[in-house]
């Protein structure tokens, strides 16, 4: 890919180098830095990076504040990936400062890029919008293409998810303008998926079946082509096509096998554990530094291997191993933990860390729906009826756009928590009777009413609840803990 070949041309001219030509050097391990980067090669990217500072500080007076500058601004790119967002912030705002010294607008832009990312990891949209836009003028009127991939996928990566629909559509919208307009075929491909990603998190499953199906066919790229077919494949899973997530895997593995980037074999094993392999599969092709820098897809992950059947246990300790650092209280984690909780019959438990993991933005409609759901049912076997009912309600809503086996999971769900609150009195306490087992003449004499008339609040009941026969009607009672005293 075009990443390797950056990575062996800076490799080739670190080695033509001279011994004594530091300032060469200094950027050709700054070069290669950035394409180790690129390819997720962190530890030789913080290495080369390490180099080229060395290499500036033997030079002394013939290094430039260019020089540094440039420097200073991949570093803040590195700090940015690893996560160190203060860091990242200094080392952005120093290379501006140096870039005013030197006139050069094009580490100033690459800066500014970098300061925007900062910006919103710190939650400060609005500057960081408009420092992004005059980066990317700035990129756009002097033809800095690379510059100008660096800030469209700034806007797709770290400040689409931080948008509300009318504004993140826009924003996309200018994403996919300017890619189109500069000929960048790569970013292209990104903004679509990250498009898919805007419409998912949504929970809007029509635009983002058109966004896949449009890209799909023209997308070369390996690493981007498997995740493309891994979020088409979990698409037609989540709509109850097993046959299409099926095709979607089978393209994901072929993409991925040419792909040099952790992120497409995440990509497609997390399609395959959907599928019903085992977890182990996934653990055996993701490395363990890729989940700690981005734990999203296996989370997801492990979310599927417990739906299928997965002890408890095991996934708790593959989260402990793997991401042992990550905070309960981290939403995508915390809805793990109520899956998982649930799933080892703690309901008071997972009740609270689902609602804790339901704080916060977003990240995918129909896993905060699933989440909602887990709540709802911990709630009713609670006898928390009127508690579980707006958990099943806000499922439903968030998955109005998502059809499929969990939508109607959803629907059925409110169905019968309506029912339960639509029962009258009377139907209520000739249920509880149904449910202690009684007849038709019993439950009229336990009440003092007629046989007859038992017999029509007994149909109303069948209607309400949705089941066909006294027994079933019985069991509904039990699952929303109506009878027996409850």
Not at 307 to 327: F, Q, Y
């Amino acid at each position: 890919g075009r990443d390797a070949d950056a990575a062996r041309y800076a490799a080739r001219r670190l080695a033509l180098a001279p011994a004594d030509a530091p300032l060469e050097r200094a950027t050709a391990h700054r070069e290669l830095a950035t394409a180790h980067g690129r390819l997720g090669r962190h530890a030789e990217r913080l290495a080369a990076l390490s180099a080229a500072r060395g290499e500036l500080e033997a030079a002394g007076a013939a290094a430039n504040a260019a020089e540094w500058a440039r420097l200073r601004a991949a570093e803040a790119e590195a700090h940015l990936d690893e996560g160190r967002v203060v860091e990242a912030g200094e080392s952005a705002r120093h290379a501006r400062e140096l870039v005013a010294a030197a006139a050069d607008p094009a580490t100033d832009a690459a800066a500014a890029v970098t300061l925007a990312a900062a910006y919103a990891a710190e939650g400060a949209v609005e500057p960081g919008l408009a420092l992004l836009r005059a980066a990317r003028r700035s990129a756009a009127e002097r033809r800095d293409l690379a510059t100008l991939s660096r800030a469209v996928g700034c806007l797709l990566d770290r400040y689409l998810p931080l948008l509300d629909r009318a504004p993140a559509w826009l924003a996309f919208d200018e994403a996919v303008a300017a890619t189109t307009r500069h000929a960048l075929e790569r970013d292209t491909g990104r903004c679509i998926l990250a498009g898919m990603r805007l419409a998912v998190r949504l929970g809007d499953a029509t635009r983002a079946g058109e966004l896949a199906a449009a890209r799909l066919p023209l997308e070369a790229e390996p690493d981007l082509r498997a995740r493309l077919c891994a979020a088409a494949g979990l698409l037609a899973l989540a709509g109850g096509d097993e046959a299409a997530a099926g095709d979607g895997a089978a393209g994901a593995d072929a993409a991925a096998e040419r792909s040099e980037r952790p992120s497409a074999w995440a990509a497609a094993a997390l399609l395959r554990v959907a599928l019903g392999a085992p977890l182990t599969v996934y653990l055996a092709r993701v490395p363990v530094a890729y989940d700690r820098r981005r734990p999203a897809r296996l989370l997801e992950a492990a979310r599927w291997a417990l739906a299928a059947g997965t002890e408890p246990a095991a996934v708790r300790a593959v989260l402990a191993e793997r991401l042992p650092d990550v905070s309960p209280e981290e939403r995508s984690l915390a809805q793990v933990r109520c899956a998982l909780l649930a799933a080892e019959g703690e309901p008071e438990a997972a009740v609270e860390a689902g609602v804790a993991g339901l704080t916060g933005a977003p990240v995918a409609a129909w896993l905060d729906a699933d989440t909602h759901l887990t709540v709802a049912r911990c709630l009713l076997g609670l006898g928390r009826a009127a508690e579980a009912r707006p958990h099943a309600e806000r499922a439903v809503a968030l998955l109005a756009g998502w059809p499929g086996p969990l939508a109607d999971r959803a629907a059925a769900l409110l169905g019968s928590l309506t029912a339960a609150a639509d029962l009258t009195a009377r139907e209520a306490e000739v249920l509880d009777c149904l449910t202690a087992g009684m007849s038709n003449k019993q439950v009229a004499r336990s009440l003092g009413i007629s046989v007859r008339t038992v017999g029509v609040h007994v149909s109303n009941l069948l209607r309400k609840t949705g089941t066909s026969s006294r027994t079933e009607a019985a069991l509904w009672a039990v699952q929303h803990r109506r009878g027996g005293g409850h």
